[in-house]
Protein backbone atom coordinates (compact mmCIF):
# COMPACT_ATOMS: atom_id res chain seq x y z
CA UNK A 1 0.00 0.00 0.00
CA UNK A 2 1.66 3.35 -0.93
CA UNK A 3 -0.30 6.45 -0.13
CA UNK A 4 -1.89 7.04 3.04
CA UNK A 5 -5.58 7.41 3.11
CA UNK A 6 -5.71 10.47 4.75
CA UNK A 7 -7.91 9.26 7.54
CA UNK A 8 -6.53 9.27 11.35
CA UNK A 9 -8.00 6.32 13.35
CA UNK A 10 -7.53 5.77 16.99
CA UNK A 11 -7.38 2.42 18.28
CA UNK A 12 -7.86 2.03 21.77
CA UNK A 13 -6.34 -1.29 23.25
CA UNK A 14 -3.47 -2.93 22.12
CA UNK A 15 -4.69 -6.62 22.82
CA UNK A 16 -4.70 -9.21 20.35
CA UNK A 17 -8.03 -7.32 18.71
CA UNK A 18 -6.79 -4.03 19.27
CA UNK A 19 -3.33 -4.74 18.31
CA UNK A 20 -4.25 -6.66 15.09
CA UNK A 21 -7.01 -4.01 14.04
CA UNK A 22 -4.19 -1.42 14.24
CA UNK A 23 -1.38 -3.19 12.09
CA UNK A 24 -3.78 -4.10 9.59
CA UNK A 25 -5.75 -0.97 8.96
CA UNK A 26 -2.14 0.99 8.89
CA UNK A 27 -0.95 -1.71 6.03
CA UNK A 28 -4.24 -0.83 4.61
CA UNK A 29 -3.15 3.25 4.07
CA UNK A 30 -4.50 4.70 7.51
CA UNK A 31 -2.67 6.67 9.86
CA UNK A 32 -3.43 4.87 12.90
CA UNK A 33 -2.37 5.81 16.80
CA UNK A 34 -2.77 2.98 19.39
CA UNK A 35 -3.09 3.69 22.33
CA UNK A 36 -3.01 1.12 25.49
CA UNK A 37 -2.54 1.81 29.00
CA UNK A 38 0.62 -0.92 29.68
CA UNK A 39 3.38 0.95 29.70
CA UNK A 40 5.72 -1.91 28.63
CA UNK A 41 3.74 -3.14 26.21
CA UNK A 42 3.29 0.34 24.41
CA UNK A 43 7.49 0.91 24.57
CA UNK A 44 7.80 -2.79 23.35
CA UNK A 45 5.15 -1.99 20.63
CA UNK A 46 7.71 1.06 19.48
CA UNK A 47 10.55 -1.32 19.30
CA UNK A 48 8.54 -3.23 16.90
CA UNK A 49 7.88 -5.90 18.67
CA UNK A 50 4.94 -7.76 18.73
CA UNK A 51 3.12 -8.41 22.05
CA UNK A 52 1.03 -11.22 20.81
CA UNK A 53 1.24 -14.53 19.42
CA UNK A 54 0.05 -14.03 15.78
CA UNK A 55 1.52 -15.22 12.29
CA UNK A 56 2.30 -11.93 10.39
CA UNK A 57 1.53 -9.19 13.08
CA UNK A 58 5.38 -8.87 13.67
CA UNK A 59 6.33 -7.59 10.58
CA UNK A 60 2.83 -5.66 9.99
CA UNK A 61 4.39 -4.12 12.93
CA UNK A 62 7.77 -2.69 12.03
CA UNK A 63 6.18 -1.81 8.56
CA UNK A 64 3.76 0.37 10.03
CA UNK A 65 6.36 2.09 11.99
CA UNK A 66 9.00 2.94 9.27
CA UNK A 67 5.95 4.05 7.16
CA UNK A 68 4.82 6.45 9.83
CA UNK A 69 1.61 5.42 9.31
CA UNK A 70 1.38 3.38 12.84
CA UNK A 71 2.33 4.98 16.43
CA UNK A 72 1.85 4.15 19.72
CA UNK A 73 0.63 5.22 22.56
CA UNK A 74 -0.14 5.24 26.76
CA UNK A 75 -3.62 6.17 27.47
CA UNK A 76 -6.50 6.75 25.10
CA UNK A 77 -6.60 10.62 25.65
CA UNK A 78 -3.56 10.46 23.79
CA UNK A 79 -5.06 8.63 20.70
CA UNK A 80 -8.32 9.75 20.60
CA UNK A 81 -7.80 13.69 20.33
CA UNK A 82 -6.64 13.92 16.81
CA UNK A 83 -8.53 11.40 15.26
CA UNK A 84 -11.49 10.92 12.82
CA UNK A 85 -12.47 7.71 13.94
CA UNK A 86 -11.80 5.95 16.96
CA UNK A 87 -12.03 1.74 17.16
CA UNK A 88 -12.67 0.66 20.98
CA UNK A 89 -10.90 -2.54 21.10
CA UNK A 90 -10.66 -3.00 25.33
CA UNK A 91 -11.63 -6.36 26.92
CA UNK A 92 -15.34 -7.17 27.84
CA UNK A 93 -14.22 -10.18 30.16
CA UNK A 94 -17.39 -12.44 31.62
CA UNK A 95 -18.85 -10.96 34.84
CA UNK A 96 -20.16 -13.11 38.06
CA UNK A 97 -23.42 -13.40 36.17
CA UNK A 98 -22.02 -14.83 32.81
CA UNK A 99 -23.32 -11.11 31.33
CA UNK A 100 -20.27 -8.95 29.54
CA UNK A 101 -18.25 -6.94 31.94
CA UNK A 102 -18.10 -3.69 30.39
CA UNK A 103 -15.92 -1.43 33.09
CA UNK A 104 -13.22 -1.40 30.52
CA UNK A 105 -15.28 -0.08 27.69
CA UNK A 106 -16.92 2.56 29.94
CA UNK A 107 -14.50 3.84 31.64
CA UNK A 108 -12.59 4.81 28.21
CA UNK A 109 -15.29 6.03 27.09
CA UNK A 110 -16.01 8.59 29.99
CA UNK A 111 -11.89 9.34 29.40
CA UNK A 112 -12.13 10.65 26.17
CA UNK A 113 -15.83 11.75 25.43
CA UNK A 114 -14.73 15.60 26.05
CA UNK A 115 -11.48 15.18 23.63
CA UNK A 116 -13.30 13.70 20.94
CA UNK A 117 -12.58 15.56 17.68
CA UNK A 118 -16.13 17.61 15.81
CA UNK A 119 -17.50 14.50 13.85
CA UNK A 120 -15.78 11.93 15.01
CA UNK A 121 -17.43 8.60 15.06
CA UNK A 122 -16.68 5.79 17.73
CA UNK A 123 -16.57 2.17 16.97
CA UNK A 124 -17.27 -0.57 18.78
CA UNK A 125 -15.13 -3.49 18.00
CA UNK A 126 -15.00 -5.36 20.96
CA UNK A 127 -17.64 -8.04 21.77
CA UNK A 128 -20.13 -6.48 23.63
CA UNK A 129 -24.18 -7.01 24.44
CA UNK A 130 -26.88 -5.91 22.48
CA UNK A 131 -27.75 -2.27 22.88
CA UNK A 132 -24.38 -1.04 23.54
CA UNK A 133 -24.02 1.18 20.84
CA UNK A 134 -26.97 2.95 22.35
CA UNK A 135 -25.49 3.02 25.70
CA UNK A 136 -21.88 4.46 24.49
CA UNK A 137 -24.28 6.75 22.14
CA UNK A 138 -25.65 8.26 25.69
CA UNK A 139 -22.50 7.76 27.85
CA UNK A 140 -20.91 10.57 24.72
CA UNK A 141 -24.16 12.60 24.93
CA UNK A 142 -23.02 14.39 21.81
CA UNK A 143 -25.00 15.02 18.97
CA UNK A 144 -22.16 15.20 16.25
CA UNK A 145 -20.32 12.06 17.58
CA UNK A 146 -21.91 8.86 15.90
CA UNK A 147 -21.39 4.98 17.53
CA UNK A 148 -20.86 2.83 15.36
CA UNK A 149 -20.77 -1.11 16.03
CA UNK A 150 -18.46 -3.16 13.26
CA UNK A 151 -17.72 -6.41 15.21
CA UNK A 152 -14.34 -8.82 14.82
CA UNK A 153 -14.69 -11.71 13.46
CA UNK A 154 -11.01 -13.03 14.03
CA UNK A 155 -9.38 -16.37 15.14
CA UNK A 156 -6.30 -16.20 17.19
CA UNK A 157 -3.91 -17.92 15.06
CA UNK A 158 -5.54 -16.69 11.85
CA UNK A 159 -6.03 -12.75 13.42
CA UNK A 160 -3.61 -11.07 10.37
CA UNK A 161 -5.50 -13.24 7.83
CA UNK A 162 -8.56 -13.20 9.22
CA UNK A 163 -8.67 -9.24 9.15
CA UNK A 164 -7.56 -9.12 5.63
CA UNK A 165 -9.64 -11.24 4.12
CA UNK A 166 -12.67 -11.13 5.93
CA UNK A 167 -15.50 -13.48 4.89
CA UNK A 168 -17.68 -10.16 5.49
CA UNK A 169 -17.62 -6.40 7.60
CA UNK A 170 -20.35 -5.75 9.16
CA UNK A 171 -21.11 -1.80 9.87
CA UNK A 172 -24.15 -0.93 12.15
CA UNK A 173 -25.33 2.24 13.11
CA UNK A 174 -28.41 4.46 14.72
CA UNK A 175 -31.33 3.92 12.92
CA UNK A 176 -29.30 2.31 9.64
CA UNK A 177 -27.69 6.27 9.57
CA UNK A 178 -25.62 5.70 6.23
CA UNK A 179 -22.99 8.52 6.96
CA UNK A 180 -21.38 7.18 9.71
CA UNK A 181 -21.90 3.73 8.21
CA UNK A 182 -19.55 4.52 5.18
CA UNK A 183 -17.16 6.31 6.68
CA UNK A 184 -16.51 3.04 9.00
CA UNK A 185 -16.80 0.96 5.96
CA UNK A 186 -14.27 2.82 3.73
CA UNK A 187 -11.81 1.98 6.26
CA UNK A 188 -11.87 -1.50 4.39
CA UNK A 189 -12.56 -0.50 1.10
CA UNK A 190 -9.43 -2.15 -0.61
CA UNK A 191 -10.79 -5.70 0.80
CA UNK A 192 -12.22 -7.48 -1.84
CA UNK A 193 -15.62 -8.68 0.39
CA UNK A 194 -19.16 -8.44 0.90
CA UNK A 195 -19.95 -5.11 3.52
CA UNK A 196 -23.25 -5.68 5.58
CA UNK A 197 -24.61 -2.40 6.69
CA UNK A 198 -27.27 -2.59 9.40
CA UNK A 199 -28.41 -1.15 12.32
CA UNK A 200 -26.48 -1.62 15.76
CA UNK A 201 -28.31 -4.25 17.56
CA UNK A 202 -28.52 -6.68 14.40
CA UNK A 203 -24.48 -5.84 14.01
CA UNK A 204 -24.01 -6.63 17.91
CA UNK A 205 -26.49 -9.78 17.59
CA UNK A 206 -24.34 -10.78 14.55
CA UNK A 207 -21.32 -11.29 16.41
CA UNK A 208 -22.74 -13.16 19.02
CA UNK A 209 -25.26 -15.07 16.97
CA UNK A 210 -21.99 -16.28 14.78
CA UNK A 211 -20.03 -17.51 17.91
CA UNK A 212 -22.67 -19.10 19.69
CA UNK A 213 -23.99 -21.03 15.90
CA UNK A 214 -20.48 -22.01 15.75
CA UNK A 215 -20.52 -23.56 19.45
CA UNK A 216 -23.54 -25.25 19.16
CA UNK A 217 -23.10 -26.84 15.81
CA UNK A 218 -19.42 -28.07 17.85
CA UNK A 219 -21.90 -29.53 20.48
CA UNK A 220 -24.16 -30.87 17.87
CA UNK A 221 -20.90 -32.48 15.93
CA UNK A 222 -19.31 -34.00 19.58
CA UNK A 223 -22.91 -35.31 20.35
CA UNK A 224 -22.83 -37.10 17.09
CA UNK A 225 -19.98 -38.39 18.10
CA UNK A 226 -20.80 -40.00 20.83
CA UNK A 227 -23.78 -41.35 19.41
CA UNK A 228 -21.05 -43.16 16.57
CA UNK A 229 -19.61 -44.83 19.61
CA UNK A 230 -22.58 -46.62 20.37
CA UNK A 231 -23.73 -47.34 17.02
CA UNK A 232 -20.31 -48.86 15.53
CA UNK A 233 -20.24 -45.75 12.84
CA UNK A 234 -17.22 -43.42 12.16
CA UNK A 235 -17.26 -39.55 13.04
CA UNK A 236 -14.93 -39.20 10.43
CA UNK A 237 -17.10 -40.83 8.00
CA UNK A 238 -20.32 -38.90 9.25
CA UNK A 239 -19.09 -35.04 9.11
CA UNK A 240 -17.21 -35.78 5.85
CA UNK A 241 -20.35 -37.36 4.23
CA UNK A 242 -21.93 -34.12 5.70
CA UNK A 243 -19.23 -31.63 5.00
CA UNK A 244 -19.75 -32.06 1.11
CA UNK A 245 -23.01 -30.99 1.33
CA UNK A 246 -23.19 -26.84 0.33
CA UNK A 247 -25.48 -25.81 3.10
CA UNK A 248 -23.72 -27.65 5.85
CA UNK A 249 -20.04 -26.99 4.27
CA UNK A 250 -16.73 -28.48 6.07
CA UNK A 251 -15.61 -26.17 8.18
CA UNK A 252 -16.20 -26.40 12.12
CA UNK A 253 -17.22 -30.58 12.23
CA UNK A 254 -13.98 -31.39 13.52
CA UNK A 255 -15.21 -33.29 17.26
CA UNK A 256 -12.85 -32.71 20.26
CA UNK A 257 -12.74 -32.82 23.79
CA UNK A 258 -15.38 -29.25 24.11
CA UNK A 259 -14.89 -25.97 22.53
CA UNK A 260 -13.17 -23.20 24.29
CA UNK A 261 -10.64 -20.69 24.20
CA UNK A 262 -11.23 -16.72 25.03
CA UNK A 263 -14.64 -16.24 22.89
CA UNK A 264 -17.11 -19.16 22.45
CA UNK A 265 -17.58 -19.90 26.00
CA UNK A 266 -17.57 -16.13 27.36
CA UNK A 267 -19.90 -15.21 24.32
CA UNK A 268 -22.66 -17.95 24.87
CA UNK A 269 -23.22 -17.48 28.60
CA UNK A 270 -23.63 -13.10 27.79
CA UNK A 271 -26.19 -14.34 24.91
CA UNK A 272 -27.71 -16.95 27.51
CA UNK A 273 -28.15 -14.05 30.01
CA UNK A 274 -28.96 -11.21 26.90
CA UNK A 275 -32.06 -13.55 25.90
CA UNK A 276 -33.18 -14.24 29.50
CA UNK A 277 -33.13 -10.71 30.30
CA UNK A 278 -35.50 -10.08 26.95
CA UNK A 279 -38.17 -12.48 28.72
CA UNK A 280 -36.55 -15.26 25.47
CA UNK A 281 -35.59 -18.49 26.60
CA UNK A 282 -32.39 -19.75 24.14
CA UNK A 283 -32.80 -23.47 25.15
CA UNK A 284 -30.81 -24.72 22.38
CA UNK A 285 -27.79 -22.32 23.69
CA UNK A 286 -28.09 -23.55 27.02
CA UNK A 287 -27.86 -27.11 25.46
CA UNK A 288 -24.80 -26.43 23.26
CA UNK A 289 -23.07 -25.04 26.43
CA UNK A 290 -24.62 -27.93 28.78
CA UNK A 291 -23.29 -30.79 26.21
CA UNK A 292 -20.03 -28.83 26.24
CA UNK A 293 -19.56 -29.68 29.70
CA UNK A 294 -20.82 -33.06 29.37
CA UNK A 295 -18.14 -33.64 26.45
CA UNK A 296 -15.59 -32.94 29.28
CA UNK A 297 -17.38 -35.40 31.14
CA UNK A 298 -16.88 -38.24 28.90
CA UNK A 299 -13.49 -37.53 28.06
CA UNK A 300 -12.37 -38.34 31.91
CA UNK A 301 -14.77 -41.44 31.78
CA UNK A 302 -12.44 -42.62 29.23
CA UNK A 303 -9.63 -41.91 30.86
CA UNK A 304 -11.17 -43.41 34.32
CA UNK A 305 -11.81 -46.53 32.48
CA UNK A 306 -8.10 -46.65 30.72
CA UNK A 307 -6.81 -46.24 34.50
CA UNK A 308 -9.25 -49.44 35.25
CA UNK A 309 -11.97 -47.39 37.42
CA UNK A 310 -9.91 -45.63 39.56
CA UNK A 311 -7.77 -42.33 39.34
CA UNK A 312 -6.49 -41.91 42.75
CA UNK A 313 -3.12 -41.74 42.81
CA UNK A 314 -3.00 -42.92 38.84
CA UNK A 315 -0.06 -41.06 36.90
CA UNK A 316 -1.92 -39.59 33.06
CA UNK A 317 -0.27 -37.70 30.36
CA UNK A 318 -1.54 -34.93 28.56
CA UNK A 319 -0.70 -33.96 25.08
CA UNK A 320 -1.70 -29.97 24.66
CA UNK A 321 -3.06 -27.75 27.09
CA UNK A 322 -3.77 -24.54 24.98
CA UNK A 323 -7.46 -24.00 24.02
CA UNK A 324 -6.60 -25.25 20.34
CA UNK A 325 -2.89 -25.13 18.39
CA UNK A 326 -1.49 -22.37 17.29
CA UNK A 327 -1.80 -19.93 20.09
CA UNK A 328 -0.46 -19.93 23.69
CA UNK A 329 -3.66 -18.98 24.84
CA UNK A 330 -4.81 -21.46 27.96
CA UNK A 331 -7.78 -19.10 28.38
CA UNK A 332 -10.79 -21.30 29.42
CA UNK A 333 -9.13 -24.52 27.75
CA UNK A 334 -10.55 -27.91 27.56
CA UNK A 335 -7.73 -29.25 28.07
CA UNK A 336 -7.43 -27.75 31.22
CA UNK A 337 -10.77 -27.72 32.62
CA UNK A 338 -10.41 -31.60 31.80
CA UNK A 339 -7.19 -31.67 33.96
CA UNK A 340 -8.75 -30.48 36.38
CA UNK A 341 -11.66 -33.02 36.60
CA UNK A 342 -8.87 -35.74 36.66
CA UNK A 343 -6.85 -33.62 39.23
CA UNK A 344 -10.06 -33.77 41.30
CA UNK A 345 -10.56 -37.45 41.09
CA UNK A 346 -6.45 -37.84 42.33
CA UNK A 347 -4.76 -38.31 38.95
CA UNK A 348 -1.22 -36.76 39.27
CA UNK A 349 -1.19 -35.20 35.56
CA UNK A 350 2.26 -34.04 33.53
CA UNK A 351 1.34 -32.42 30.59
CA UNK A 352 3.47 -31.07 27.42
CA UNK A 353 2.35 -28.70 24.99
CA UNK A 354 5.28 -26.86 22.63
CA UNK A 355 3.74 -23.41 23.78
CA UNK A 356 3.71 -23.92 27.06
CA UNK A 357 7.55 -23.91 28.85
CA UNK A 358 6.62 -23.29 32.32
CA UNK A 359 4.57 -23.65 35.40
CA UNK A 360 1.49 -20.90 34.59
CA UNK A 361 1.00 -19.76 38.32
CA UNK A 362 -3.09 -20.65 39.23
CA UNK A 363 -3.87 -21.56 35.61
CA UNK A 364 -1.46 -24.61 35.28
CA UNK A 365 -1.56 -26.01 39.04
CA UNK A 366 -3.14 -29.22 38.00
CA UNK A 367 -0.72 -30.01 35.87
CA UNK A 368 3.36 -30.71 35.98
CA UNK A 369 5.19 -29.22 33.32
CA UNK A 370 6.88 -31.85 30.95
CA UNK A 371 9.81 -30.60 28.48
CA UNK A 372 8.98 -32.87 26.21
CA UNK A 373 5.78 -35.97 25.02
CA UNK A 374 8.00 -38.31 25.67
CA UNK A 375 8.44 -37.28 29.37
CA UNK A 376 4.97 -36.42 29.98
CA UNK A 377 4.34 -40.18 28.82
CA UNK A 378 6.83 -41.54 31.63
CA UNK A 379 5.29 -44.27 33.41
CA UNK A 380 1.46 -42.66 32.68
CA UNK A 381 -1.36 -45.32 32.99
CA UNK A 382 -2.84 -43.85 29.67
CA UNK A 383 -1.86 -40.55 27.41
CA UNK A 384 -4.59 -38.62 26.73
CA UNK A 385 -4.07 -36.20 23.25
CA UNK A 386 -6.03 -32.87 24.46
CA UNK A 387 -5.05 -30.01 21.87
CA UNK A 388 -4.39 -31.11 17.98
CA UNK A 389 -0.77 -30.03 17.63
CA UNK A 390 0.41 -31.42 14.36
CA UNK A 391 3.79 -32.48 15.31
CA UNK A 392 1.76 -35.22 17.92
CA UNK A 393 1.16 -36.97 14.38
CA UNK A 394 5.08 -37.48 14.35
CA UNK A 395 6.03 -38.53 17.68
CA UNK A 396 7.62 -41.67 17.42
CA UNK A 397 4.98 -43.93 18.95
CA UNK A 398 7.29 -46.96 19.67
CA UNK A 399 8.95 -44.63 22.45
CA UNK A 400 6.21 -43.14 23.83
CA UNK A 401 4.82 -47.16 24.37
CA UNK A 402 8.02 -47.98 25.46
CA UNK A 403 7.59 -44.90 27.98
CA UNK A 404 3.78 -45.64 28.98
CA UNK A 405 2.86 -47.90 31.91
CA UNK A 406 -0.43 -48.41 30.60
CA UNK A 407 -1.38 -49.30 26.95
CA UNK A 408 -3.87 -46.44 26.56
CA UNK A 409 -3.87 -43.73 24.15
CA UNK A 410 -6.82 -40.96 23.96
CA UNK A 411 -7.17 -38.89 21.02
CA UNK A 412 -9.60 -36.54 21.96
CA UNK A 413 -9.05 -34.38 18.89
CA UNK A 414 -8.73 -37.61 16.28
CA UNK A 415 -5.48 -36.21 15.26
CA UNK A 416 -3.58 -39.18 15.18
CA UNK A 417 -3.57 -42.27 12.73
CA UNK A 418 -5.02 -45.51 14.69
CA UNK A 419 -3.09 -47.92 12.94
CA UNK A 420 0.27 -45.97 13.83
CA UNK A 421 -0.12 -46.18 17.14
CA UNK A 422 -1.71 -49.40 17.36
CA UNK A 423 1.20 -51.08 15.56
CA UNK A 424 3.19 -49.94 18.57
CA UNK A 425 1.00 -52.58 20.84
CA UNK A 426 -0.47 -49.82 22.44
CA UNK A 427 -4.35 -49.46 22.58
CA UNK A 428 -5.94 -46.40 20.56
CA UNK A 429 -9.11 -44.22 21.17
CA UNK A 430 -10.35 -41.51 19.11
CA UNK A 431 -13.84 -39.65 19.89
CA UNK A 432 -16.49 -41.12 17.70
CA UNK A 433 -14.25 -43.56 15.98
CA UNK A 434 -15.41 -47.06 17.28
CA UNK A 435 -13.36 -49.65 15.60
CA UNK A 436 -10.85 -47.14 14.12
CA UNK A 437 -7.96 -49.72 14.20
CA UNK A 438 -9.58 -52.03 11.60
CA UNK A 439 -9.58 -50.22 8.49
CA UNK A 440 -8.87 -46.46 7.39
CA UNK A 441 -10.88 -44.22 8.96
CA UNK A 442 -11.97 -42.88 5.75
CA UNK A 443 -12.32 -44.62 2.57
CA UNK A 444 -12.48 -42.69 -0.60
CA UNK A 445 -14.05 -44.44 -3.82
CA UNK A 446 -13.53 -42.45 -7.39
CA UNK A 447 -16.42 -42.92 -9.47
CA UNK A 448 -15.63 -44.15 -12.90
CA UNK A 449 -16.88 -41.88 -15.60
C1 LIG B 1 -13.67 -17.68 17.62
C2 LIG B 1 -14.38 -17.55 16.28
O1 LIG B 1 -14.07 -18.67 15.44
C3 LIG B 1 -13.96 -16.26 15.57
O2 LIG B 1 -14.70 -16.10 14.36
C4 LIG B 1 -14.26 -15.08 16.50
O3 LIG B 1 -13.90 -13.85 15.92
C5 LIG B 1 -13.48 -15.27 17.79
O4 LIG B 1 -13.92 -16.51 18.41
C6 LIG B 1 -13.81 -14.09 18.67
O5 LIG B 1 -14.98 -13.94 19.08
O6 LIG B 1 -12.94 -13.22 18.85
P1 LIG B 1 -11.23 -18.50 18.41
O7 LIG B 1 -11.69 -18.25 19.81
O8 LIG B 1 -9.89 -18.05 17.98
O9 LIG B 1 -12.28 -17.82 17.37
O10 LIG B 1 -11.31 -20.06 18.26
P2 LIG B 1 -11.85 -21.09 17.16
O11 LIG B 1 -10.82 -21.39 16.17
O12 LIG B 1 -13.17 -20.68 16.67
O13 LIG B 1 -12.03 -22.37 18.12
C7 LIG B 1 -12.93 -22.33 19.22
C8 LIG B 1 -12.96 -23.67 19.92
O14 LIG B 1 -13.61 -24.64 19.12
C9 LIG B 1 -11.58 -24.24 20.23
O15 LIG B 1 -11.60 -24.84 21.51
C10 LIG B 1 -11.37 -25.28 19.13
O16 LIG B 1 -10.50 -26.31 19.48
C11 LIG B 1 -12.79 -25.79 18.97
N1 LIG B 1 -13.05 -26.38 17.65
C12 LIG B 1 -13.03 -25.63 16.53
C13 LIG B 1 -13.38 -27.73 17.57
O17 LIG B 1 -13.43 -28.45 18.60
N2 LIG B 1 -13.66 -28.27 16.35
C14 LIG B 1 -13.65 -27.52 15.21
O18 LIG B 1 -13.93 -28.09 14.12
C15 LIG B 1 -13.31 -26.18 15.30
Known amino acids: MGATSGVTV ?30 EKVDALRR ?12 LVVDGLASGRLEFVLGASAAAAGADIVILCVPTP ?40 AHVSALIDRADVAVVSNPEFLREGFAVHDFLNPDRIVVG ?36 ASNCYLATRLSFVNTVAELCEYLDASIDDVTAGMGYDDRIGKAFLRPGPGWGGSCLPKDTFALLRTAES ?3 DFALLRAAIDTNVKQQELVVAKVRKAAGGDLAGVRIGLLGL ?27 LSGYDPSVHA ?71 GIGR ?16
Not at 20 to 37: E, F, P, Q
Not at 186 to 203: F, G, K, N
Not at 331 to 342: G, Y
Not at 407 to 420: C, E, F, G, Q, S
Open 173 to 208: SADRDPVPARRVAALYEHLDTAVLVTDSSSAELIKY
Open 10 to 39: AVIGAGYVGLTTAACLSSLGHHVVCADVDQ
Open 434 to 449: PGSTRAPAVAMVAQAG
Open 359 to 429: PVPGVTDDVRIAGTAYHAAKGAAALVLLTEWPEFRDLDWGRIADRLHGRAVIDTRNLLDPLTVARTGLSYQ
Open 278 to 280: AGS
Open 48 to 59: GEATIREPGICE
Open 94 to 133: MGATGAADLTALESVVTEVRDLLPHGCVVVNKSTVPVGTA
Open 322 to 348: TFKAGTDDLRDSPSLAIAARLAAEGAE
